[in-house]
């Protein structure tokens, strides 16, 4: 007779296994949970052997929890794109003169990564990281992905987006300006850069010490239509 066994890591205790009566067994639909080492008991009328233990590992095929986020960067900023592995929680992506981005997977190990740009393959970049310090557009602007391969399976990230553009440049400051009492005035300015540009006009309170934002003065432009004295000021 045979009687197959399984070592119960919890217990450390050897179980039998219900059904595991032959020469051979399999196991079905196995998780990462059936790891654990194997031993057949063989009886006959005179006695009983036990053989050698194996170790089945069940490996688990790498799978993204999080996918990686588009970017936008400034001329000259770095940026990282780091893959965390078989973490319940995540980092929150941060932005500004140093990015970095966060992409989950699980999966067993050895988890192996290629990183590619605009469907090429970067060179050397193999590690879970990508840095690219001081963007360039010609350079570093494109379509990027990553692809994680372990012993069982392989998968690759949804396409993500590098998108560079130029900082914001004040060319024309706001000019000081003066009129009478009950005529319209304004100001303006001028401005460059990447992307769409937004605007906020602000007007200095002398007794608190603040600058408080203009409702609606989202333009360049920041137009009074009959100026009091109210309207004075910064």
């Known amino acids: 007779t045979f009687t197959w066994q399984y070592l119960d890591l919890n217990s450390k205790l050897w179980k039998n296994i219900s059904g595991g009566t032959s020469a051979s067994i399999t196991l ?71 990015a970095k981005v966060y992409v989950g997977v699980t999966g067993s190990p050895k988890l192996v990564y290629q990183w590619f740009k605009d469907g090429k393959p970067i060179p050397n970049a193999i590690k879970n990281k990508l840095s690219l310090k001081k963007v360039d557009p010609g350079k570093d602007s494109g379509s990027y992905s990553v692809t994680i391969t372990n012993a069982v399976g392989e998968v690759t990230s949804n396409d993500f987006t590098v998108t560079i553009i130029d900082p914001v440049k004040i060319t024309q400051h706001p000019l000081k300006n003066g009129v009478t009492e009950g005529t319209s005035g ?39 239509g009959s100026m009091s004295a109210d309207d004075a000021g910064r």
């Open 186 to 224: 304004g100001l303006s300015i001028t401005a460059t850069g990447g992307g769409t540009l937004a605007y906020q006009w602000k007007k200095y309170d002398a007794k608190k010490l603040l600058w408080n934002e203009i409702p609606g003065a989202t333009s360049a432009d920041l137009t009074f």
């Open 28 to 98: 079905s639909n196995v998780t990462t949970a059936d790891t654990t080492s194997y031993h057949v008991i063989v009886k006959n009328s005179v006695g009983e052997k036990t053989s050698k233990s194996a170790k089945l590992a069940v490996l688990d095929k790498p799978q993204f929890t999080q996918q990686p986020a588009d970017t936008l960067l400034m001329v000259g900023a770095s940026a990282y794109i780091q893959v965390l592995e078989n973490r319940a929680t995540l980092p929150v992506n941060t932005v500004g003169k140093t």
